[in-house]
């Protein structure tokens, strides 16, 4: 099997780190929506490995530490040297809670996730991020789920919390060496275009807002990161799901499932675009998760983009997506539908 687009790198920013291409996101194996075993864990991470990514990103709110501890475990019986990516901006406190599905995890430990930007906040869940993951120091460290969509009315108090706390507590980790380059992690460009106006990041992980289905964020947000030498990481490539899936069986009939943008059911100007990126897909017999995962990395700030990923087959599927071969006449009919930003960038 051809490998070269997800075995191939790029730096984050100018942190000397470099990811690779295709990242490894490790909420699934946090028990998201559905739950897996420790060893369905462990060979979900250790097939990616053998396929060449060497970028795994987790969070102590993915499965309430149990995404962390798999991981750790596993990269501690692979022995090859990878990059990790975690969070901080939530403690993890005792819950009496017996509900099988919590935030989206399925039978996890009797922890809440509990908001926390504070100094002492981030360098408590950070202390306990390495305990879990079984390292010294963690490559990427990100300030997690910052923004009116997370913390609504909230956000202005919480945003003042991190930078007068946490933001603190992370420059000072990565002047003792504990980190190596810090970042957000955020749902919205527009509170890391904030964060840039404010202080200084290596990077930002972006949930699905440089997709096929929306490129507002190269208009401002990154240009701005090219002229501060911030690096973005994308993830929800596929929207939630309706970029992996697709229309057409639901449109159809033959398929009843929900359709999901931005983990909601699908409006139906969404459902319609995807329908006619669809059309194009088809024209140039290319499955639209293939289009959908190469086409962020086209742009060049994007150093990096995390597919979530459980098992085996996933994890193949995700390699071969990423090096299907798409040539240039997709992308110019895409553009000539105007399905793309003026200003987005295509591969190739």
């Given at each position: ?28 194996i ?28 987790t ?55 509990v ?11 950070f ?34 919390e991190?930078?007068?706390g946490?933001f ?17 992690g ?34 401002t947000?990154?240009?701005l ?7 973005v ?21 033959s ?10 059911p ?14 194009v ?6 499955p ?21 990923l ?34 987005a960038?295509?591969?190739?």
């Open positions: 099997m051809v490998q070269s687009k997800s075995m191939s790198f790029r730096a984050l920013g100018a942190s000397g780190i470099n990811l690779s291409l295709l990242g490894f996101g490790a909420a699934p946090g028990n998201l929506y559905q739950p897996l075993n420790d060893e369905q864990a462990q060979t979900a991470v250790l097939s990616a490995i053998r396929s060449g990514i060497r970028y795994f990103d969070a102590p709110h993915y499965g309430f530490g149990l995404s962390e501890t798999r991981l750790g475990h596993a990269l501690k019986v692979s022995g090859e040297p990878v990059v990790i990516s975690s969070k901080v901006g939530r403690v993890l406190v005792p819950t009496n809670s017996t509900a099988s599905v919590r935030h989206g995890f399925a039978d996890a430990p009797p922890l809440e996730p908001f926390d930007y504070t100094y002492d906040g981030v360098m408590r869940s202390e306990a991020s390495l305990t879990r993951l079984q390292v010294e120091q963690i490559d990427i460290l990100l300030a997690h789920d910052l923004g009116p969509l997370t913390h609504g009315a909230d956000h202005p108090e919480k945003f003042r991190f930078m007068d946490g603190l507590a992370m420059n000072k980790l990565k002047s003792e060496g504990l980190v190596k380059a810090i970042g957000l955020a749902n919205e460009w527009q509170i890391c275009d904030a964060a840039l106006k404010h202080g200084d990041f290596d990077g930002f992980l972006l949930a699905g807002r440089y997709t096929l289905l929306e490129q507002t964020a190269c208009e947000f990154l240009p990161c090219a002229r501060r030498n911030a690096s990481i994308l993830g929800g490539p596929f929207n939630s799901g309706i970029l992996a899936t697709g229309v057409k069986a639901a449109l159809s009939g398929s009843k499932a929900t359709l999901y943008y931005n983990y909601e699908a409006s139906q100007s969404i459902v319609e675009q995807v329908a006619q990126l669809e059309v897909c088809e024209q140039f017999a290319i639209l998760a293939a289009a959908a995962l190469q086409f962020p990395a086209a742009h060049p700030q994007i150093c990096s983009v995390l597919a979530g459980a098992n085996h087959d996933q994890v193949e599927r995700a390699v071969q997506l990423m090096n299907s071969e798409i040539p240039a006449e997709f992308w110019d009919v895409l553009r000539e539908r105007n399905l793309l930003h003026p200003a960038l295509t591969p190739g």
